[in-house]
């Protein structure tokens, strides 16, 4: 988006001159939302962003966490959801690329992706176009780059028919003494690295921070993740080979915002010779060459100038394109030359302070209608609506196409766990687990409680594997912030965030907001904050899978309460959410946790899931399907209320356990202990494959496994 | 101890995983070797990963087999050298020639990864000799073109070959591997070295385990 | 109405990279084939349809890949011929 009028005579004000083409072109990208976090700054900074485990908090390319005490964890998450709404594919396919260019640039090797998905109903033929080519994307880039793809969430809603909502996060480990310090010294030569600068991706950065409408497709970029994967190598041996000592991608913003934002992390200044990148067309003029997004770039300085020699070598060995460009200078000026001639001529300390955009914002929470009443209704009809829903659903149909086991450390795949397992393979036993998590059916009803929700549940589902949660990213996707009715989602969401974060007391490594998520009318996506938390696991064979074994008793670990707002029986029954979404129990979430840790260490259970979309009945029935047994529940055991409450109330803080029979007992004094309200709810069936549920002993509902099955398996014809 | 090169194309994502199935089971000399430093007579066998080599343009393995490594891997076919491709690695065999046949893209015309149970048959040879006749191994698979197809398969079934119990991709007659010389050169699509502790996935038994024993074994007793 | 054997060909835009074509040039070249300048990859479909005319044939072919998005107009241009 071009710069304001007033944003332009601040700048030519404090230079005292006019802004060549070349300089509006640079403060244009790192001005923009996109780069700069206008609208957003000043409520990020409510984030909980420090903790003794936290090597790298957000600012740079990406966080970083002490995992062991030999072991680093280096994460990003990032949204891309402008360009995949017109090119699903490649938009994808590059948001994947971006993100693990992000990782890498701390000196970590990259060893996860997950992704969240909010997609269209898959009732238009544009719904069903986009997902299939967005799924693709994202296996085609993430697959030949051999990053597993073992996690994620994929979200269905009109409300994303023609604008779905990307967001894609890497993981990587490195040694704590490996990450990049990224520190730069005046006098260090700046290598550009990868893809050739083209007009490819022309201004890419300010058309994610505008409304799109179809004059943008000049921005579509093709991914290559092919030169991608060379990237990685060439650089993992250069980390290995220590010659490095900052590397940075060239994504949003291009050239320009990666060279501003180096030199002003620095406090340094930079003298770049524009005629020397290496380009795919010849004649590009010099602002292109600043503001172009061509994908697959990194800028590249050596830890000394002996090292260049040898890692010249590693990118000729590699096949690389690479030049020298410039270098960092002591004068804190960002100096741009084109054939000798000064193009850019700015104090860094300008070009990287936009003037305060205010925003407004419109105070008051949205006024949620009520509920109509959901009792006496055929339950038999709730429960196949609820489990056929695309949200609850099985997603084979996409995870299928991700190589979810390259790298062989992927412990538990998708489908498998409450959140993907990844083992070091490192003569231990050790590992990590991630999960991603996001409603937008709560944070449209209400913002801030649907962002803590969001954090709350990516959080247990890390837990419920029997790992420690240790820290989460964000991710906000919201709608135009130049309108305070949408505006206030945004804001909403951050504080979401932020007292999440207190709350569970767990430190916000990195994020993303990605704003002007509007549709051609004007109106807003439904606003949703995806989290990822990341824990630790001491020994990844203790890991529990959502898998039962069958004949066993199944124990239902946290309170449920008559919480149907926003709820998924509400959904399909009601066509949309009403009411509040369910409260948010951080004090709960983490007395749960650290039981849910215990309970795999001391084997008691032999699988767990945490209860969110459809209840404890959509839990219970994927779990029993899963395993190919059979299960039966009693309504009034989960609460003494009515049953249709009972069984798809979305109270958080609740684990389904499958307990081990002779460890019952132990299970339930171990609740007891943790002060946890914990009860027998059911069994899993070994030789009856069905699905029944009593209330006070009746049968109330029975489906057969054909029923279950058919409704759980309804998403093939999407992929 | 027996030296097993495990070879690297640009694109090639499984050799660490590869490399250390080899090193920790079949616990020999493993080493990653850069495609056009691979000397066959340096090594007593080699593993040709999994992965995307050259990002499978053209057609997958087919960039890969333009390299100067293919007339050693010719070379070694020719005397004996125990070779092993595993998914890219397979489909870089069949592009060589030193395995018959060729991987087609799957029918569902998507990349497909799940696990799925692999049968083997007449197995012999430095690969598959601790695994017994129609025993039936899990292992996941990962691959898009991995339909394998040939004219006549009489003569692969008369050799060590796999199938898949349930076909996932429309081979021909099910066929998850095929070898020739009696399983000296063998491929496979699925993943072995993705199978190799009980670990690498909670749910499914070590399937993969068997292959680099019997490589280790074999070596040992000087194959 | 007659049947008309017609091809489709999409590929990449020029303006658009196109990472297989450009892959391809680049190992046939440093395999020596130096007279190589470039390769642009595609994806062929051939076509049987019935129409009028050939002009018929290759409209409805040009109109149902668009109306279907077999291919993405955003990105990618479309050669359409008649092979028989």
Known sequence: MPLTSFEIGYAQEALGRRLTREELVLLEAEWSEHCSYKSTREELKRLKTEAPLVIVGPGRDAGAIKLFDDVAIIARIESHNHPSALDPYNGAATGVGGIVRDVISLGAKPVLLADALYMGSG??????????????????????????????????????????????????????????????????????????????????????????????????????????????????????????????????????????????????GVVIHLDRVHLREPDLEPFEIIASESQERMIVVPRNEGALGELFSIFDKYGLEYSVIGYFSKERKVKMLFRGLPVVDLPVGLAVSPPKTPREVLGREPCNKEAPMLRNIDLKEAVVK?????????????????????????????????????WLMDNTKRGFAVAVRGNPGYTRLDPFVGAAISFAEAYRRVASVGAEPLAALDNINSGNPEKPEQHYYTLRMIEGIAHASQALNLPVIGGNVSLYNEDESGSMIDPVASVLVIGRIEDVTKALTTIPIGDSPL??????????????????????????????????????????????????????????????????????????????IESTAICDCDPVEALFSESQARILYEVKREKLQDFLSLAKAFDIKAGVIGNTLKDERLFRLTHRSNKIMELGFEDVSEALEGLENLG | M?????????????????????????????????????????????????????????????????????????????YGLPILGICNGFQVLSELGILPGNLLYNASAKFIAKWVNVKFHNPRGPWL???????????????????????????????????????PNGSIQSIAGVSRKGGVALGIMPHPERATFPWQSLKYTTGGRRIFESIGESLRRGW | MQGYKVLLIVSYKASARDPEGETIAHELRSLGHEEVVSVRAGKAFLFEVKAGSEEDAIESVTRIASETKLYNPSVHEVKVMRVA
């Open chain 1, 123 to 268: 009732r238009t033929r544009h719904s069903r176009w986009l997902s299939k080519n967005i799924i693709r994307g994202i296996s085609d880039y993430g697959n030949r780059l051999g990053i597993p793809t073992a996690t994620g969430l994929a979200w269905f809603s009109e409300a994303y028919e023609k604008q779905p909502l990307i967001n894609v996060a890497c993981v990587g480990i490195a040694k704590p003494e490996g990450i990049l310090p990224g520190s730069v010294k005046p006098g260090d030569p700046i290598i550009m690295l990868g893809n050739t600068t083209g007009r490819d991706g022309f201004l890419g950065s300010s058309f994610a921070s505008k409304p799109l409408d179809e004059s943008d497709v000049a921005a579509i970029q093709v991914g290559n993740p092919f030169i991608e994967k060379l990237i990685i190598e060439a650089l993992t041996e250069a980390f290995d080979k220590k010659l490095l000592s900052l590397v940075k991608d060239l994504g949003g913003g291009g050239l320009g915002t990666a060279i501003v934002e180096t030199a002003a992390q620095n406090d340094v």
């Open chain 1, 386 to 422: 609820v489990l056929s829903s695309p949200r609850v659903s099985l997603k084979a149909v996409i995870y299928e196409q991700y190589d979810w086991g390259v790298g062989g450390r992927t412990s538990l795949p998708p489908g498998y766990g409450d959140s993907a397992v990844i």
């Open chain 1, 555 to 632: 124990v239902l670990a946290g309170d449920t309460k008559t919480e149907l707002g926003g709820s998924e029986v509400q959904r399909v029954l009601l066509g949309r959410g009403y009411g509040r979404p369910p409260e948010f129990k951080p004090i709960e979430e983490k007395r749960l946790g650290i039981f849910a840790k215990e309970v795999s260490e001391k084997g008691i259970a032999n699988a767990a899931h945490s209860v969110s979309l459809g209840g404890v009945v959509a839990t219970a029935f994927k779990m029993a399907y899963k395993g190919g047994v059979g299960v039966t």
């Open chain 2, 2 to 78: 027996r030296r097993v090169a495990i070879m690297k194309y640009p694109g090639t994502n499984c050799e660490n995983e590869t490399l250390y199935a080899v090193r920790n089971v079949s616990k020999l000399d493993g080493k990653v070797v850069w495609h056009p430093d691979f000397k066959a007579r340096e090594w007593d066998a080699v593993v040709l990963p999994g992965g995307f080599s050259y990002g499978d343009y053209g057609r997958a393995g087919l960039i890969a087999s333009w390299s100067k490594a293919s007339r050693e891997l010719l070379n070694a076919f020719d």
């Open chain 2, 129 to 167: 000799s601790l695994i017994s006749d129609g025993e039936v191994l899990p292992m996941p698979i990962a691959h898009a073109e991995g339909r394998y197809y040939i004219d006549d398969v009489e003569p692969i079934i008369g050799e060590p070959w796999a199938e898949y119990l349930e076909n």
